[in-house]
Nanobody
C-alpha cells in the first residue's frame, strides 16, 4: 500500500501564494505519476497538475501560468507552488499518485486525504 500525506494548505488573501507538499510512503516500487487535483463544493474533482517521473507536467487550464508542480523522486514527494491565488481557487486539494508496489506489479491510483486552500480577503 501507498500512503499520501499533504501539507501546506490554509487561508490566504487574493493574490497571495502557498506551497503544498505531498509525501508518499509505504511499499513503493515506482511512482510513475504524482500530482494534484482539487474539488470545490458542488463541483467535480478537476486536474490541477500531474507530473511524470521524467519531469513532464500537465496543468489544468484554470491554473496554467500561476501554479508550478515539481517533484523529488528520491523523496517520493511532490510540491505545488501556487501564485496569484484567486477566490475561485478555493477548494480541497488532493494529492494523487499512480504507481506500483513491486517490480512487474500493476499500477494503481492512490489519493491523499486532501488539504484545504481558502482564498479570501
Amino acid at each position: 500500500q501507498v500512503q499520501l500525506v499533504e501539507s501546506g494548505g490554509g487561508l490566504v488573501q487574493p493574490g497571495g501564494s502557498l506551497i503544498l507538499s505531498c509525501a508518499a510512503s509505504g511499499s513503493i516500487f515506482r511512482l510513475n505519476v504524482m500530482g494534484w487535483y482539487r474539488q470545490a463544493p458542488g463541483n467535480l474533482r478537476e486536474l490541477v497538475a500531474r507530473t511524470t517521473s521524467d519531469g513532464s507536467t500537465t496543468y489544468g487550464d484554470h491554473v496554467k501560468g500561476r501554479f508550478t508542480a515539481s517533484r523529488d523522486n528520491a523523496k517520493n514527494t511532490v510540491y505545488l507552488q501556487t501564485n496569484s491565488l484567486k477566490p475561485e481557487d478555493t477548494a480541497l486539494y488532493y494529492c494523487y499518485a499512480k504507481g506500483s508496489t513491486w517490480a512487474g506489479g500493476n499500477d494503481y491510483d492512490y489519493w491523499g486525504q486532501g488539504t484545504q486552500v481558502t482564498v479570501s480577503s
